[in-house]
Nanobody
């Protein structure tokens, strides 16, 4: 059974940093794209950033220059380094992974809360 386990959320002051991690377990196949999404109260879930297996990345305009996504394919783990955090970054952050076997399957983590407040 494929599972995604996130960690690293918490409370941080504006201007601070946090690092999120998300490890996928239980897959017999290679993990393709991975990414981070977030959902603030009363808002729709939105893409924060994504990374291909080969390391290609894309970012939402709101986080460019502040957030960095990376991955370790040997550990099936994706990371999100968040710097210069702002109150508007407050949300539940979810990781997503795509696995391609005989079909394309998408998996989501349970979410981790990030709160930016003084």
């Amino acid at each position: 059974q494929v599972q995604l386990a996130e960690s690293g959320g918490g409370l941080v002051q504006p201007g601070g940093s946090l690092r999120l991690s998300c490890e996928l377990s239980g897959s017999k196949f290679s993990v393709s794209d991975m990414g981070w999404y977030r959902q603030a109260p009363g808002k729709q879930r939105e893409l924060v950033c994504g990374i291909t297996r080969g390391g290609g990345t894309n970012y939402a305009d709101s986080v460019k220059g502040r957030f960095t996504i990376s991955r370790d394919n040997t550990k099936n783990t994706v990371y999100l380094q968040m710097n210069s955090l702002k109150p508007e970054d407050t949300a539940v952050y979810y990781c997503k992974a795509t696995i391609v076997s005989w079909r394309v399957s998408e998996y989501w983590g349970q979410g981790t809360q990030v709160t930016v407040s003084s």
